[in-house]
């Protein structure tokens, strides 16, 4: 399998973190999103929407849209490592839980919003991460009040088992704290689950700063 992907893209983070979990070779080919390479005809091909991650599988088909990547992931190596509950009704809070970042608050960050409110909309770069920063805690303070209040949250976001609903909630916490100046002081149950993912190496390794074109710390 072949990967295209950014290193700091929290989509490309989600598909990294679940191949990894399932134990899948794959291939990744970065597209610099923040130079535009997402705009290459020869990439458009591949996606055209102009975005990433794409997925190409070995017999060709390409795959795109995060979480639909997660689903036929699980859907194909539903033994390797299950991200999924067995009822339905489990099923669908996992599920819930992973549209809080990835169809409500992922959208309103990406390159593209960020550029269009900057620049089009002539906001500037200090209201922009304004907006950036109020989404982005405003998705965490959503997780945290779920987290604590829904008893069937353990050790992870459902149960004592790691979901597709963990994958989603750290490229949350991720992007929120890595690039948009928010903190986890407010929001203890988020932190805590956090914590306990960075401690599987999938989550650990697939993180921004560990990928190729990630910029060296600061001295």
């Not at 963990?166 to 948009?180: E, K, P, R």
Request: hydrophobic share 40%.
């Amino acid at each position: 399998m072949k990967m295209y992907g950014f290193w700091r893209s929290l989509a490309a983070y989600r598909v990294r973190v679940a191949l990894k979990l399932k134990g899948i070779d794959y291939e990744e080919e970065g597209v610099n999103l923040l130079a535009g390479e997402q705009h290459d005809p020869a990439y458009l091909k591949i996606n055209p929407q102009g975005a990433v991650p794409a997925l190409i599988l070995d017999d060709g088909t390409i795959l795109s849209q995060s979480m639909a990547i997660l689903e036929w992931l699980e859907e194909t190596y539903p033994r390797q490592n299950p991200l999924l509950p067995t009822t339905p009704n489990n099923r669908a809070r996992v599920r819930s839980l992973c549209h809080i970042a990835v169809s409500d608050s992922h959208p309103l960050v990406v390159p593209r919003i960020r550029s269009y409110l900057s620049k089009d909309l002539a906001l500037g770069d200090a209201t922009t991460a304004k907006w950036l920063n109020h989404w982005s805690d405003r998705s965490l303070a959503i997780f945290n009040d779920r987290l604590t209040q829904e008893s069937q949250t353990g050790r992870y976001c459902h149960g004592d088992a790691v979901s597709i609903a963990d994958i989603c909630l750290a490229s949350q916490v991720v992007g929120a704290t890595g690039f948009f100046g928010c903190s986890l002081e407010p929001y203890p149950k988020v932190k805590q689950i956090f914590e306990s993912l960075m401690q599987i190496a999938a989550f650990e390794k697939s993180l921004p700063k560990h990928q190729p074109g990630a910029p060296a710390p600061a001295a």
